[in-house]
Structures are given as structure tokens and as C-alpha cells.
């Protein structure tokens, strides 16, 4: 790092894109993301890696200014530099000299994808795959249960974003989503954070149960409702068609009734949210609304009450996710009747264009190859695509394709682990089928991430993996060490993904 420092001032002075090209020329254990490379009030801000970490570095010409607000340690002494850690108050002093590296609300913007990012390392390849189509990412996305899992916080999430948005240069915008919450103190904390997106969770408010019960014991349900609503629900929706696309929904007054059994509990709560969303952002914020974490698929009719209802209390929501047919299992294809799904996912579609032009979001969407076509085709790209795991399985090839040693304890810690995850993820892996790791070839391990019963072992262990204190720094140690293979192979995922589902590639 001497020999930068000792042409600090010529190099300051310098034009950005000469800095950018003449940075590291003389350097060799430090290296720089070229796309960092920032002047800022005379000073340099980029971001750098030695062999044991990521770092931001600032060369200033002056002891005051941006350098000031750093917090770091003081290197050399001709200039004035700093080698400053990625940490929560560097990532504060980066959003306010750089604000496009805070995430913010994607309400205006069509086609959105959500890359759950669960070490805080995907970010570099999710970007340099949605930059090349016309999306916008929400690279901060983590729910609850996967920051306990993780062992990190909602700050922890966004911060990680900010520096490696910072990192690439990027300047296009992004999201930032709390996932499935489901109570306001767990909203505002994703809120402190900073993300404008939260994915309001209504599976535990909602009468689920009442799907499956007896008319006579929704009606009586219903009777209980004050008298106001019974009428207006009468009036709104029994023996009410609604024409959406080429087809008609017949909304019966059973059907209304077993509606408003289910939902206007949890669609009140929704409206609470909503005020509260609006009390803390303004109208920069992106609420989604999910109902998919239900055993049974959510119906065109149940839709429709659902969207009217909300828009009836004024609640603006950017997106709304159903439960679809078929199985939206983790890591894995779709299962189920494709052409029923097709058939399904239509009317769907055809309601989110009819009744708001909200996006359809499809959740546990990672690699659901099969039915990507038919979703891009029927919203339009009206859409929002929400992926999580599939961005660590992707780390588990690196490592399983260069370190063989390390990958073969991650696996049996996962085998270890197994029976205990599934308490928490609904899969239907067999894993017996999986191979003994000891007896597989060094070369073959690489394979099993395109194995769908280790696919999905892998998957939802996740957690007891990166929780292992000998697992852990070992793990880290080696992807900060295959970084820029992590970075194509997520790019080459995304790019898939992306590309199957019909996202146009920008001009
Ligand atoms: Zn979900």
C-alpha cells in the first residue's frame, strides 16, 4: 500500500477515470474494485481486498472533510489515508456521500427481483446479473427466520447491500425487503434498517382454518359479524360477477361469506400496517401483501375479495402474493401440473391486471424453470420474483468444486441437522438417496449441488452450517478467497433465471 500513498497527491488530482485505471498499477497485496473508485472532495474513496478481507479505502489530501467521517485506522504518513472496516457507521458515512447506495422504494418500477442474500456476499453477483435486463433487484432481502438462522440483524442485511452496491458502482436503485413479518414491532425494526419494502405476512391473522370448514359453521362465523359489514358484503359481492381478462368470477354468497370469514380480520390488520407504513415513509415505501404460507392454493375468488377489500380501505400495496397451485418447494423445479398451473396462474395474472396493475409475486421462486415463460408471459413482467436459498446453494458449489475437505464437513453437518430443519422448511427430499460423500471422488462433489435431495439438504441447513465455530471461518476464509467465482456463478444463476422468464435485456 506504500506506493500508493507515496503518489497520493498526484494521483488525488488526477481525473476519476486515471485514478480508476492507475490505482493498484504498483500494488500487490492490495487490489481494487475498479467500479468503487470515487474523488470526493479531494479525497479517494474505494473499495479494496487484501487476502484477508474486503475494506474501504479514503486517501485525502486534507485531515478534514470526507476522511474525517471514516472511522478506520491511519495508514502511512506523506498522506492521509485510512483503511476503514465495513462497518455499520461506514456503511452510514457511504449512504450519505453516496446515496444510491441506499435501497429504496421500487413502487414505480415494473419487473423486480428478490435476492435473498444469506452471508452477505451475493450482492457483486446479483448485480452483475440484473444489470444486463430490465429489473430492478431487492439485494436486501432476509426474513426473520433466516436472520436468526444467520445470526444477523436487518441492519447487518442493509449494510452488507450499501458496500457491495458501493463496490459495483452500482447506481440503477434497489430494494430492500423485511420478509414475511407478520407483527409491527418486527416491521420497525426492518424499518430502523432502512428498508422500504416489507412483505406483510397475514398467515397468522387470517382464519385459515375456516377454508375448510362446513357452510353452516361459516355461516355462523359470518352471523357474527357485526351487522353493518354482513350487509355490506351483501351487498358488494353475493351472487356479484366480476369479469376479469377473458374470464368471469362468480362470487356466490357462500363464497362471499367464507371470504369474509376468512380474511377481513387479517385485511383490517393490513390497513393498520399500511397507516403505520405511510406514518414512517410517506409514500416511499413497497408493502406486499402474502398469503402464500397457507396449506391450500388461494382461489381466484378469494383474490379478488382480497384485492377489493384492500383497496376498499385504501390500502396501496405494490405486490400480493398468492399460494399457487401445485408444490413451490425449496431449491427445486416446480412440482405439479404445469398446464394446471398455466391454466391457474392466468387468472391470477388477470386479476392483478384488472383490480390495482399490483405485481404478482412468486415466492420460493428460485428455480422454478419449468413455469417461468408461462409467469413472465401472463403479468406482462408485471412482476416480482422472490428467491433466497438458491443464491447460498450456489456458495456451496464454489465450495464444494474447490474444497473438497471443507465441502465434506458442511455436508455432514447438514445430515446431522436435518430432521431438525424440517421442522422449520416443508420439503419432501429423500435423502438416502444422496451418495456417501467419503466414497465420492474429489471431483464428482461438485455434482451434488445439481442433485435435487442434496440440493435441498443443503438448502434449509443452512444455518447450523454457518453456526458451526469450526465450519464458520474456514467457510468464509474460502469465499472471500474464490470471490470473483462466486461472483460468475451467480451471475450465470440469475442469468437463467432472468432470461426464462422473458425480462427483456436492457438496450
Ligand atoms: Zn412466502
Redesign the pocket.
Known sequence: MKDILENASSLIRSHEDDIRQNIDKKCSKVSFYKKSVFKKDSAIVAMARDDKQRFILVISEREDGIISEFEGEQIGDAAIARKCPLSEHNAKVLRKHFPWTAPISLRDRKTTVGCGDRLGLATAGHIAAASKYQVTPVLAQQ?MRELELTGRTYRNVVDDATFMVFQAGYKDGYGADG??LKTIPDIDIALAAGMPMI?L?LSEVMNAAAGDWSQDEVDAEFEKLDAATQKRIEEDYFGKSFSVGADVIEMDAPTARRCAVMYLGALDFALEVHDHLVSKRGDKFDLEI?I??TTSPTLPSHHLFIVKELRLRNVEFTSL?PRFIGEFQKAVDYIGDVEEFDRQFRVHADIAKAFGDYKV?I??GSDKFMVYPAIGEMTGMRLHL?TAGTSWLEAVRVIAENEPVLYRVMHKCALDNFQEMLKLYHITADINKIPDVDQMADEDLGSLVEMNEARQLLHVTYGPILNDKAIRPLFFDAMHKFEKQYMEKLKGHFDKHLSLLGVPVKA
Open positions: 426474513s420478509d414475511h412483505t405476512d402474502s402464500d404460507e402474493a409475486s415466492h420460493s422472490k
